[in-house]
């Protein structure tokens, strides 16, 4: 007897991490309009239309659902276990980035999203379908990327104390670094250039360096890739 052929979506999340200095690591989520999870949290995403690319709708459904555009979202992984979605087979292509989070604060929710709304990501609601596991899959991502990519050129400040930098690779990862080798890794790798301007501080301790990001090197990084132990 042939089976007969199976009738399968295919849909498209987008995981959009922000960062602020205050705030730490946050997500993007939305409240769904209608059923299945009505009322519940989740990653904005949608099915693929007949004419539009992965990218295409990734950005079309981010758009719809929380009114942000994002100028690069990176593939992260496919979700296809048969009965993720209660309304039929689907298989969700995830996709994922990270943002300077307070440039992405005018939110408008619309299509199948009631609310949109930054969650911190030691605080997260209940979400709906599997996006626990997907938005556990993009945390790894990201803790693995900083191990081989530079992170921070689009995240902070054009010039910034390096203890702003700590406490980025800090937030990231979720965890205490080692200060001094952190700091002895990151000056080594030529990433960085002391503006000569020092840090007005309002204690009684040393003024801080300032620095920004050699940008050519930063490129180059991104390209080539490093090595990172933290």
Avoid: C
Wanted: zero cysteines; proline letters at 4%.
């Amino acid at each position: 007897m042939q089976e007969k052929s199976p009738h399968i979506k295919v849909a498209v999340d987008a995981i959009v991490f922000g960062y602020s200095k205050s705030e730490g690591v946050s997500v993007l989520l939305i409240k769904r309009k209608y059923p299945p999870f009505k009322n519940s949290w989740a990653i904005p995403g949608g099915f693929v239309l007949e004419n539009e690319s992965l990218e295409e709708a990734v950005q079309r459904e981010l758009l719809e659902e929380t009114g942000i555009t994002v100028q690069y979202l990176e593939q992260l992984y496919s979700f296809g276990e048969p009965k993720r979605d209660p309304r039929q087979r689907i298989i969700s292509i995830a996709y994922f980035a990270l943002v300077k989070s307070s440039l992405f604060q005018q939110l408008k929710a619309s299509t199948d999203a009631e609310e949109a709304q930054w969650f911190s990501i030691n605080k997260l609601p209940a979400l709906a379908f599997d996006h626990k596991q997907i938005l556990q899959v993009a945390i790894e991502r990201i803790r693995a990327k900083i191990r081989y990519q530079p992170i921070g050129f689009e995240l902070l400040d054009k010039k910034f104390p390096f203890s702003d930098l700590e406490k980025l690779y800090t937030a990231l990862l979720d965890r205490a670094i080692d200060r001094r080798n952190f700091t002895k890794k990151i000056l080594s790798l030529g990433l960085l250039e002391d503006t000569g301007e020092l840090a007005t501080s309002a204690g009684a301790g040393r003024p801080s360096k300032i620095y920004q990001f050699n940008k050519k090197r930063y490129q180059h990084l991104l390209k080539e890739g490093m090595h990172f132990e933290i």
